[in-house]
């Protein structure tokens, strides 16, 4: 069950963030508004009066816009075909002739009013991300709504980005529309919120001492003068300490070093551009940046999934560039993926055969021409108590584990061999908060016996926690090098790629 | 929601008896409910189908309202001796086994049925082993009609190409279909992993191609039976045919062959090194690549092995039952096996079970086209039906109202498209 | 808007195309040119020096267009070395796809002078020919357009020929009108599309799977039916009427293409009318907007209100409709009876067009004329007992199609969400 009793209102020009960590069911939640998904029990009700939606159809009849967290655009169609979808202008009665120019001029006129600008005759697949958000922002206009929903729509965004979709939101608000806004981060509810729900597992959550009777009170929803500490507790559920608990770190050789790397993103568009890195074993390099900024690129470029186009890669000296994964496995690195579920593991295998997934040919689970299933059960199971992974039984299929249990079998099996370097892509993304801290306590044990570790994520928090230096990432380069030390809000500008001067000398 | 529903639920389904919980179970949708069904549902418009092109027995239709028994017991008459003959021609005839136990009869007649049963089950397990290891590592090989027609044309060449002592030519015989099939393989394999082309178009493709190649090869001289005009090749050194049991049994060494080749599919799928690598690969290639696995080597290697195993599913064809080449030598035994892993639900030894079941269809059918007049073709369609019913469960739950269970799905991870 | 401060930052370069030496033109320069010297050289020395009449009518009478047959054999290999020398030599971007098409016309050429040397070709024959081939593939190919553009595989239109194909010969031998068997041709193939649109939507089966299932299912059904009722009594259910062949005054007077399009059937101007409805329908109407939304992004399409199953079902059912018209060529006007099997793999020629034809009607069409001729020009060359074996030039549809999936000739893609069945998360 994603969804337990909530109960939610929204009201005409405010805008009402819906809080929650990955995973507690806020999509869920919205995607029965709009009609996608059926609710088991529970009514929606539309100024006052009951609606039933069966499909996206009766949402949007109702005024209800959503900009999914997963854009819903047709990438091989061009901007103004994307947003007259399903809503065409046409002429010649029961031929449908789609009448272009007026859906054309819709689109500019919308686009206008609100200050999105957007190209109508652009293909979407050549457009950069934060256009394709104001693309679907202004499809969800152009149909009259009155309340739109944004899914986590600063994931993929700059600071500054957000910053402006935050004042095109309280614009929209102003006009009278209004806006719910599903996100994760704290910061930016505090930005705009005017009030805000919070959601965890499945359930709305108020403070203790919340006088959910009070009048002018909508029950479930707290007020966005709620300190940031209280909010982020109710979001998980108990005081979380974002700090993680480690020594100083004792820096020794040079393990990997990258120097004039240059990758080419899937498009052939520039994503590494000339970067320059060293980590140093006993040491963590975190990698801050906004998604999107070539940190995969560089990461896939040193794990040999993806070709370099200049530039050198060295692994305590030996070239790793051009070598196969493989080769580079073998040379003593281990990669936790970014995406899980993807590159990470097989789902339909069972836990014993992901825990092997890069060691199957290798003695003693098996050689280049049969497997040994007896030492695969046998170090399964030992790894299964090691790492603490909730299953069944080490012959279940990893799919019907939980995210978190899922994300420490990759971890268990990339750290269950003597390694040089450690490369950890959002090592925690989608995973509960007893499986992040286990996960982040094992990267630093991992550094404290003298592995050099570099750490890729999108939460600035976790770099800063894990982290004795961080590189910034941006637009493929890497702007500075910072000590984690160093005020977030400077980070942040940095993600952003400003460079200060202070960035600057601590270079 | 409360909580408590579903534990009462629990607790009622322990207090139910053995007998009960089996019951259950067996009008669940598990796999084995499901073929058996399907089999059913098959046999049952395959009834109708004979029922409507039987003119005498549509006659009686024509009174229907006035004496219903007419048309009910003609309609009955015909299709119980339609499937029984099908019983009879790929099982045993009671008949000839109590003349052989009277001693009337012999041995040979009354074992026939199985013998027949088996000859046509045999190419179509190597087929079928093809699709069905293909499908375990993510490839949709629909050509194994082309790696089975290239098959028999590089066996059937070796076997009157050159010659041999027995026993060593049929080891060349069968290693040199072996091999012309894993290159019709190797060609589709090689585009998917350097070009990313798509293996099912390709393919397609290239079983015709093979088709028209081996029309045009049996017309060159030094193949073609010099007496002859038509396109047929010369003859087959008996030294590289599979040793048969006694005429009139057809049976031959094949379906021994079948059997041990099917227990190497199930080590290699299950317990070898490169078993593990194509099923990671099959289930989740970016994973694989990022494990270190080369997915490109292993679609060309998995391409190789199932097309030398369709390709072996000729040489089985052309050495066992046919004695030379024509242009029909391969019959439809690349398809029938595309059907027959389907139902096998791509594991080796039901693909072997479900050869088995099909061979004995096309066995009883020749036996129901001699005795009832009811076309072989009918065979084909209950083919084509029952593998329609297994792809789709859900429809099979909805017609018999059957209790949800875990099937086998049927190769869930192929639904990609191109 | 105020832009991002990005003042030490350059703007991301884009990296220009991969400057490899052995780009697309430069490979397809050198393929050009190498067939050429194939057919300057060898189809040259080979060719008798005689004459090669190409006459302007249907058999030898008539006025011609004549040529040596060894010096156009060379000549025309020498235009197709240049065309692939202007290629490698580096030509504006927009002349690419000419000089492409002008080199292979000329390899083309350049072989046919070769086979007629000495003996004669009739054009009109021979483009009629090639059309009526090309027919049911572009009938067939155009219902792949109908199901793939909007999601659903289609690999079943070789069982919905035979369909089509035993429905006209069955209900209009029964009926004796040849209207009421071509209604029966479009019953059958919306019969076979019927089970592939229930069973790759609702029951979500793999969609080859599907395919390939139900060409073996219409192939026993109608093999099993053929010789229970037609072959025991053909009069009776197997002598279906022919299609007439209509001539349009005045403009079937038009040298060449007269004959060959104003005096014809109505299938054919059906399959040429539909190729352009069809192109009009996909790029200029709602109908075609959300049919290519459909098979591109269903997701997306169901969150703008569309019915994305509704959708799909009603193009594979139009699909059957068009598919079983293709499947009454082969009764009404090719052969005039039913046979067992008679399709012959043409729907998996329909399907190479199709994708040949990169999932367009007009595509489609170019690639069935071209799949058409190549089979027209087989049954030529084995009827005059040319040493080029038919059966090389029967492969043709089968390897273009290979050569263009693998992308050795510019990139074939299909629409991105074929064969990918929709369910709700």
């Known amino acids: 069950m994603a969804n337990d009793h909530i109960d939610i209102t929204v009201e005409p020009g405010e805008v009402h963030a819906l809080l929650g960590e990955n995973g507690a069911g806020k999509s869920t939640l919205m995607n029965q508004l709009y009609g996608l998904l059926q609710p088991d029990e529970g009514e929606i009700l539309v ?57 054309k001029r819709d689109v500019l006129e919308t686009s206008q009013r609100y200050g999105l600008p957007v190209d109508p005759d652009a293909l979407v697949e050549n457009l950069p991300v934060g256009a394709q958000q104001r693309v679907e922002i202004v499809k969800a206009l152009t149909r009259d709504v009155d309340l739109l929903i944004l899914d ?93 608990e480690k020594t100083p770190a004792e820096p020794g050789r040079e393990v990997l070093k990258v120097s004039g790397l240059i990758v080419d993103d899937d498009r052939g568009v520039r994503a590494v551009d000339h970067v320059d890195l060293v980590v140093r074993s006993g040491e963590v390099l975190g990698i801050a940046g906004v998604q999107g900024n070539g940190q995969t690129e560089l990461v896939e470029a040193i794990m040999g999934l993806r070709e370099a186009r200049a530039g050198a890669i060295e692994l305590e000296e030996k070239s790793l560039t051009g070598r196969t994964t493989k080769q580079v496995l073998r040379a003593g690195v281990g990669y936790v993926p970014e995406d899980r579920s993807l590159d990470g593991v097989v789902k339909d295998f069972t836990v014993a055969e992901n825990l092997v997934l890069d060691l199957y040919d290798r003695a003693p689970f098996g050689n280049s021409f049969a497997l040994n299933p007896k030492a695969i059960a046998e170090s399964a199971r030992e790894r299964v108590s090691q790492f603490d992974i909730r299953t069944p039984s080490s012959q279940s299929t990893v799919g019907t584990l939980s995210g978190g249990n899922q994300q420490k079998v990759v971890v268990a099996r990339e750290m269950s061999r003597p390694l040089k370097l450690l490369i950890a892509a959002q090592p925690t993304r989608g995973v509960d ?17 003298g592995t050099a570790v570099l750490v890729v994520s999108s939460e600035l928090d976790e770099v800063v926690g894990l982290a004795d230096r961080i590189a910034v990432m941006y637009r493929g380069r890497i702007l500075a090098i910072v000590s984690p030390d160093m005020p977030r809000e400077e980070i942040g500008l940095l993600m952003a790629g400003v460079v200060t001067q202070e960035a600057e000398d601590t270079e | 929601m409360t909580t408590e529903a579903p534990e009462k639920k629990e607790e009622q389904k322990k207090e139910e008896s053995f007998l009960g919980l089996f019951v259950h179970n067996l009008w669940s949708a598990n796999t084995v409910t499901v073929t058996i069904l399907s089999i059913f549902l098959a046999l049952l418009i395959g009834a109708i189908l004979i029922v409507v092109s039987d003119s005498a027995v549509l006659s009686t239709f024509s009174y229907f309202t006035a004496r219903p028994s007419d048309a009910l017991n003609a309609s009955w008459d015909l299709i119980s001796r339609a499937y029984a003959d099908l019983f009879k021609g790929a099982i045993f005839d009671p008949a000839a086994v109590q003349a052989w ?15 027949e049963t088996l000859t046509y089950a045999a190419p179509l397990v190597f087929t079928g082993l093809s699709v069905a290891l293909a499908f375990r590592g993510g490839l949709f090989n629909i050509g194994g009609q082309g790696q089975a027609v290239i098959g028999c044309l590089t066996a059937g060449v070796a076997g009157f190409a050159i010659g041999l002592p027995a026993g060593l030519h049929l080891v060349v015989a069968l290693a040199a279909g072996l091999i012309g099939g894993a290159l019709w393989g190797f060609v589709p394999g090689l585009l998917k992993a350097r070009t990313g082309a798509h293996e099912v178009i390709t393919t397609i493709m290239l079983n015709y191609t093979a088709t028209l190649f081996l029309g045009w090869l049996i ?54 090194s490169f078993g593990f690598e194509l099923r990671a690969v099959g289930a989740n290639p970016p994973a694989a690549k990022t494990a270190g696995m080369s997915v490109g080597g292993t679609y060309i290697k998995l391409m190789v092995v199932a097309g030398g195993l369709a390709g072996l599913g000729g040489a089985v064809q052309v050495l066992g039952t046919a004695d030379r080449l024509t242009g029909q030598v391969a019959g439809n035994i690349g398809f029938d096996g595309l059907l027959v892993a389907l139902l096998g639900r791509n594991k080796p030894w039901g693909t072997l079970f479900a050869a088995i079941l099909y061979g004995g269809l096309r066995a009883g059918g020749n036996l129901m086209q001699v005795d009832v007049g009811v076309s072989l073709e009918l065979v084909t369609v209950l083919q084509a039906l029952i593998v329609i019913f297994i792809a789709a469960p859900a429809l099979v739950k909805t017609i018999f109202q059957l209790r949800d269970a875990r099937t086998a799905r049927l190769g869930a991870s192929m639904a990609k498209g191109w | 808007m105020s832009r991002v401060s990005t003042a030490t930052v350059e703007d991301l370069t884009e990296a220009t195309a991969p400057d490899r030496f052995w780009n697309r033109q430069r490979r397809l320069g050198v393929a050009l040119v190498l067939i050429g010297l194939i057919a300057a050289v060898i189809f040259g020395s080979l ?96 219902a792949g357009v109908l199901c793939e553009r909007s999601g659903v595989v289609n690999v079943a239109i070789e069982g919905q020929f035979l369909m089509g194909a035993f429905g006209a010969a069955l209900v209009g031998t029964l009926a004796t009108s040849v209207w009421a068997g071509l209604i029966s041709a479009v019953v059958g193939g919306v019969i076979i599309a019927s089970l592939l649109a229930v069973l790759a939507i609702r029951f979500l089966v793999d969609q080859v799977v599907v395919g390939i299932v139900l060409n073996l299912l219409a192939l026993g059904v109608t093999g099993f039916l053929y010789e229970r009722l037609m072959q025991p009594d053909a009069l009776k259910y197997n002598s279906p009427p022919r299609l007439p062949e209509w001539r349009i005054p005045g403009l079937a007077d038009i040298p060449v ?16 009318a539909l190729v352009v409805v069809i192109h009009l329908g996909l790029t200029r109407t709602r109908w075609g907007l959300r049919t290519r939304a459909v098979g591109e992004h269903p997701t997306a399409a169901d969150t703008v209100g569309i019915r994305v199953r509704g959708l799909r079902y009603m193009n594979v059912l139009l699909g059957g409709v068009v598919a079983g018209a293709g499947g009454a060529y082969f009764t009404l006007v090719s052969t005039g009876a039913f046979n067992k099997n008679m399709t012959a793999g043409a729907g998996f020629i329909a399907l ?24 027209k020009l087989a049954n030529y060359l084995s009827a005059v007992g040319s040493p080029v074996p038919n059966q090389f030039l029967n492969m043709l549809p089968y390897i273009a199609t290979i050569i263009a999936v693998a992308g050795l000739v510019g990139r074939v893609r299909a629409p991105a969400a074929d064969g990918v069945p929709y369910v709700k998360s």
């Not at chain 2, 002859?228 to 008996?238: F, G, L, N």
């Open chain 3, 257 to 272: 293409i007269g004959p060959v399009l104003f005096e014809s059937n109505l299938l054919v101007w059906l399959a040429l």
């Open chain 3, 47 to 142: 060719a008798e020096s005689a004459t090669a009449r190409f006459t302007i009518s249907e058999d030898a009478e008539g006025a011609a267009l004549s040529i040596n047959g060894q010096f156009g054999a060379i000549l025309f290999g020498i235009v197709a070395v240049a065309a692939g020398g202007a290629l490698l030599a580096g030509v504006a971007k927009r002349w690419q796809t000419l000089l492409l098409c002008l080199g292979i016309v000329a390899f083309v050429l350049s072989f046919l002078c070769w086979q007629v040397a000495g003996k004669f070709l009739p054009l009109v024959d021979t483009i009629s020919g090639s059309l009526e081939l090309a027919l049911p593939l572009i009938l067939g190919a155009l």
């Open chain 1, 47 to 103: 100024d006052g009066e009951p609606k039933v939606f069966r499909s996206p159809r009766d949402a949007i009849a109702a005024g209800i816009g959503m900009v999914h967290q997963h854009f819903m655009l047709v990438p091989v169609f061009t901007v103004a075909e994307n947003i007259a979808l399903g809503a065409e202008e046409v002429r010649g009665g029961p031929l449908g002739w789609l009448d272009r120019r007026r859906n």
């Open chain 1, 152 to 244: 986590e729509p600063t994931a993929v965004l700059t600071p500054q980005e957000t910053d402006e979709l935050l004042a095109v939101m309280r614009s929209l608000a102003d006009t009278g529309k209004s806006i719910v806004f599903i996100t994760h981060k704290l910061r930016e509810v505090k930005a705009i919120a005017d009030r805000i729900t919070v959601i965890r597992r499945g359930r709305t959550v108020v403070p203790s001492n919340h006088p959910a009777a009070a009048p002018n009170r909508t029950k479930g929803s707290v007020s966005p003068d709620t300190p940031t500490d209280e909010l982020a507790a109710l979001m998980v559920g108990r005081d979380v300490s974002l700090e993680v």
């Open chain 1, 433 to 449: 908060v007893g499986s992040i801290e286990f996960i982040h306590n094992q990267i630093i044990h991992e550094r404290d016996v």
């Open chain 2, 101 to 115: 136990f009277n001693g009337t009869g012999d041995w040979k007649t009354a074992l026939n049925p199985l013998s």
């Open chain 3, 352 to 375: 190479a067009a199709l994708i040949f034809g990169r999932w367009t009607p007009y595509g489609a069409l170019g690639a069935a004329l071209f799949f058409g001729f190549a089979q």
């Open chain 2, 219 to 272: 017309l060159q001289s030094g193949v073609q039976d010099p007496d002859r005009t038509d396109a047929v090749s010369k003859t087959i050194e008996s030294t590289a045919g599979l040793p048969a049991l006694p005429q009139p049994l057809r049976v031959h060494l094949g379906i021994v062959l079948a059997v041990i080749v099917t227990a190497g599919v199930a080590w290699l799928v299950n317990r070898s």
